[in-house]
T-cell receptor, first 111, second 114 residues
């Protein structure tokens, strides 16, 4: 099955700096790559996603890039704010339902 | 907004007890999922269901069963709870099979088995 690796496991940045989280996947058939944010005491919530026919997608301060040849994708958060502090999960999906998650990155934004 | 609710936020059960975790979604979604979340392991799929009375095993189904008698409700059952099932359990739902579609998560149930 699919194997998704995520790095780093923890990340601390100063408010206003950028944060980058990287993931790799193993199954070349994966075609959907969502990113979820999990705040304390809550379930994960989708923040951005990208499909395999697109190389980059932006939504305000958040962007995701995908390199299908190298089988890696990354989340970029610019101008970080304290409310960005959370655990972030990448995931890769093959087929209609098989979503495989990375192990998570705990991001801390220091005011 | 899609709402996925789980019956309990915290549960404490004894080894050997039968445990029911309930999940309800209000958006008429076809698919429902049960994951467990453990530190350093991310989210791992236990079971999913793509229709009423239909179910498929995920990556870690051992020790668990599920029930989906109504479209909006998906139950996770621990037939005989063990300490290694102490974990956070997350339910999710999404639109039908012609995906992929965003999965919407509930707030989770933290289960402790003593």
């Amino acid at each position: 099955g699919e194997n998704v690796e995520q790095h780093p496991s923890t990340l601390s940045v100063q408010e206003g700096d950028s944060a980058v989280i990287k993931c790799t996947y193993s199954d070349s058939a994966s075609n959907y790559f969502p990113w979820y944010k999990q705040e304390l005491g809550k379930g994960p919530q989708l923040i951005i996603d990208i499909r395999s026919n697109v190389g980059e997608k932006k939504d305000q301060r958040i962007a995701v890039t995908l390199n299908k040849t190298a089988k890696h994708f990354s989340l970029h958060i610019t101008e970080t704010q304290p409310e960005d502090s959370a655990v972030y999960f990448c995931a890769a999906q093959t087929g209609a339902n098989n979503l495989f998650f990375g192990t998570g990155t705990r991001l801390t934004v220091i005011p | 907004d899609v709402k996925v609710t789980q019956s309990s936020r915290y549960l404490v059960k004894r080894t050997g007890e039968k445990v029911f975790l309930e999940c309800v979604q209000d958006m008429d979604h076809e698919n429902m999922f049960w994951y467990r979340q453990d530190p350093g392991l991310g989210l791992r799929l236990i079971y999913f269901s793509y229709d009423v009375k239909m179910k498929e095993k995920g990556d870690i189904p051992e020790g668990y069963s599920v029930s989906r008698e109504k479209k909006e409700r998906f139950s996770l059952i621990l037939e005989s709870a063990s300490t290694n099932q102490t974990s956070m359990y997350l339910c999710a739902s999404s639109l039908g099979l012609a995906g992929p579609y965003e999965q919407y998560f509930g707030p989770g149930t933290r289960l402790t088995v003593t």
